[in-house]
């Protein structure tokens, strides 16, 4: 264990040192992350602009799944569009050979091995978000540990789902389109669940999970939360965890390696 996070911490601040030779871009990521916030926040407005809830929700609390959802966001672009998307590309260059050889998990390595910066002011504006609507909605510190729990394992779901597409490229060299339409159709959890017809609530509930990204955690942090659905995330994220492993083990059986 502490071999692994002493890898994880050489991995992030090398990656570090190389993202801030183009410290501009930090400045423009930050440009495009208050862009894209303001565009989701113009969004939920319209809504709400004439008194419409959306079947409960009011508009402090529907800040808070906005919240969520541009955290996640900011993680997604942080972790995981910096290491997963790059699978394609070892698997095209042949370079997967020499991370299959490294004396370490080569899931952890494909996981762990980058970091971007660029994402960060979509996290901070999240949880900015979140502790403005928390502090309208005077909800208590202990809500806020509390909800983590669901967050985390939100994060988990979503770093799964990625990874299983992102082993794909073991058949299919050209899946970065697949990525897009995952993030498009995980970009649903930016209103609550409730905002969509029946139909869409069970889609985004048992065929792709958006309702334990955001609204779960939401619910939670309100304080009505349901704990059948929380233990429901918890169990969901632990499946497709163990999922994505064993599915990696299986696609790798199927790679014949730049040499072969």
């Avoid at 260059?93 to 991370?99: E, N, Y």
């Avoid at 990874?163 to 073991?170: A, D, E, P």
């Amino acid at each position: 264990m502490f071999r692994y996070l002493n890898l994880i911490q050489i991995f992030w601040r090398t990656a570090i040192a190389a993202e801030l030779e183009y410290r501009l871009n930090f400045f423009f990521a930050a440009l495009s992350s208050l862009g894209g916030l303001a565009g989701s926040l113009f969004s939920l407005f319209l809504f709400y602009r004439k008194g419409y809830n959306f079947q409960g929700w009011t508009w402090q609390e529907a800040l808070i799944v906005v919240g969520i959802f541009t955290f996640l966001e900011g993680f997604s672009s942080t972790f995981l569009a910096s290491n997963l998307n790059r699978i394609v590309k070892h698997v095209q260059d042949g370079t997967l050979d020499f991370v299959l050889l490294k004396p370490i998990n080569s899931q952890f390595w494909l996981s762990f091995h980058s970091f971007s910066l660029w994402g960060v002011p979509d996290m901070l504006f999240g949880l900015i978000i979140i502790f403005y609507a928390g502090s309208l909605l005077q909800i208590g510190i202990a809500a806020y540990f509390l909800s983590a729990i669901p967050i985390l394992f939100g994060i988990i779901i979503i770093y799964s789902l990625w990874f299983i597409l992102g082993s794909t490229s073991i058949w299919f060299t050209k899946i970065y389109n697949i990525t897009e339409v995952l993030r498009g159709l995980l970009a649903a959890g930016r209103f609550p669940i409730a905002a969509y017809p029946a139909t869409y609530r069970f889609f985004f509930t048992f065929v792709i999970p958006v309702a334990f990204l955001t609204t779960v955690p939401a619910e939670t942090l309100l304080g009505r939360g349901n704990l059948a659905w929380i233990a429901g995330g918890g169990c969901l994220a632990v499946v497709l965890l163990l999922l994505s492993s064993n599915f990696w083990r299986f696609a790798l059986r199927f790679y014949t390696s730049a040499s072969s």
